[in-house]
């Protein structure tokens, strides 16, 4: 059963009365981050003119959490001191926060659930994105933290659909994403991308959304750095499964891509996954750190 | 009649707890591939719960911040603290809830991370040697676990987020 058999997916978008939306400042704060021509002044001039953001933003680079020696009062000792990289990871996880913080009954999660999974998958991913020598950990972070943006559009859709795609999955001996796409017509990771592309957002962090489940899927021609990218949130999302933090009905009905291995040029034998996973649970204390920071904000 | 609960403890990844108030709940929360034991004897009141993550410290040098998370470090001590609280092995009503597993069915991964199955063998494996009769189990499948113990009567349940609880 496909409910939505003639719809595209972007008559579905428009369709959906929950689609997220994140605010207009934050949207040409987003924008210009990817730019490579902007400056520093430039971004600031943008922030300022949203004086919400500008607090989140002062708070969180003066909380423990940065343990910066200095306080920062304005947005462009923020830029300079934090620079880049780490200035975007925060205003997408503030932008992220906003969006994720809701409950979705579609996929029996709780206020707060998605918020709880996000923040374990990407400090997750930036400890493994560490251990594995990849260039830009805060983006691993921000991908991880966008990764399940599409179950919020998703929400209305397959609300009161779960039990009918968990069939289909034991049935078909399926993933709950091809069971998704089978009953709904789309599977959270295609809507997901097409709002990240809707909203800007960086090649980056649109394939990692739509191919987080699916490694093996991203094209070929992907440039190494972002399939890289794909496969530590892939297994930053399968650690977080095993923890079950936040976790709705799917479950952990997604496979481990053994594709990763290859990329990422690991032997998983000899208990290496194991011993990461073994890791990755010491650091809760980070983890509820990073969710309060950013809660609290 | 039931007693009305006045106090809820959470049970983390990693801890137990052992406690004789009839007015608690004990709650360990969205478990996956963990594996919770609970422990009631209601010859005098006394229950615990444990929560582990991992069944064997002896993959790493050294147990980490939470040597608790192994199920073979953390489950003997759980016993421990029990007997040293007046455990009655002839009595007591052990459960075992959790270790569920990733997707697998296409076999790709092989056993890669097949976690939650050694946690509960693990689990059963070090009950059955110090002598304590596992009552009841609840493991494996593809969805995570809340588990509530309510220490008035022992009475645990079970549910996987969006289901109603079901006695176990």
Redesign the interface.
């Known amino acids: 059963m496909t409910i939505t058999p003639n719809l595209s997916l972007e008559e579905l978008l428009n369709r959906m009365d929950k689609l997220p939306e994140i605010p207009a400042v934050a949207l040409q704060v987003s924008r210009l981050l990817n730019d490579p021509k902007a400056n520093a002044k430039a971004l600031g001039d943008i922030i300022v003119l949203d004086p919400a953001l500008v607090a989140q933003v002062l708070k969180i680079c003066n909380s423990a959490q940065y343990a910066l020696n200095r306080k920062i009062a304005t947005i462009s000792e923020a830029v300079a001191i934090l620079g880049q990289n780490l200035l975007k990871q925060i205003i997408y996880t503030i932008i992220s926060h906003g969006v994720l913080n809701r409950p979705i009954r579609g ?3 709780e206020k707060g659930a998605l918020w709880q999974n996000s923040m374990t998958c990407a400090v997750y991913a930036r400890h493994l994105a560490h251990k594995l020598h990849f260039k830009d950990g805060e983006l691993a972070f921000t991908a991880s933290v966008l990764r399940d943006i599409g179950k919020i559009a998703m929400d209305s859709v397959i609300d009161g659909l ?1 039990q009918t795609i968990e069939r289909t ?1 034991y049935s078909q ?4 994403l091809d069971a998704e796409e089978q009953i709904v017509g789309f599977n959270h990771c295609i809507i997901g991308a097409h709002l990240a592309s809707r909203w800007n957002l960086p090649e980056s962090l649109v394939l990692a959304i739509e191919f987080h489940h699916q490694p093996s899927q991203l094209p070929v021609t992907a440039a190494l750095e972002h399939q890289k990218l794909v496969c530590i949130v892939h297994l930053a999302d ?1 650690y977080t ?9 799917d ?8 594709h990763i291995f290859d990329v990422l040029g690991i032997n ?1 034998e000899n ?1 290496l ?3 990461w ?3 990755l ?2 650091i ?1 204390g980070e983890i509820d750190g990073m969710s309060k920071t950013f809660s609290n904000a | 009649m039931a007693v009305q609960a006045s106090k809820e403890t959470i049970v983390a990844t990693g801890e137990f707890y052992l406690t004789q108030n009839p007015r608690e709940l004990l709650k360990a929360l969205r478990i996956a591939t963990s594996i919770v034991v609970v422990v009631y004897d209601p010859t005098c009141g006394l229950g615990g719960m444990a929560h582990m993550a991992m069944p064997d410290s002896h993959i790493m040098p050294t147990p980490g911040d939470c040597p608790g998370k192994y199920v073979d470090l953390g489950l003997p001590l759980f016993i421990a603290a029990l007997n040293q609280a007046g455990l009655s092995k002839t009595r007591v009503q052990i459960k075992i809830i959790g270790g569920s597993q990733l997707f697998n069915f296409g076999g790709g991964s092989g056993n890669l991370l097949n976690i939650g199955t050694r946690n509960a063998i693990t689990a059963r494996t070090i009950l059955t040697r110090e002598g304590l009769p596992v009552e009841k189990t609840e493991t494996g499948g593809n969805k995570p676990r809340t588990v509530i113990m309510d220490m008035t009567t022992g009475h645990v349940q079970v549910f996987h987020p969006g289901e109603s609880a079901r006695s176990l």
């Open positions: 996929y029996a999660m779960g999955v001996k399926c993933s709950f399968i499964m095993m923890t079950g933090a936040g976790m709705g009905l479950g952990l009905m997604y496979p481990l891509d053994s998983p208990n996954l194991d011993q996973y073994a890791e649970l010491d809760q």
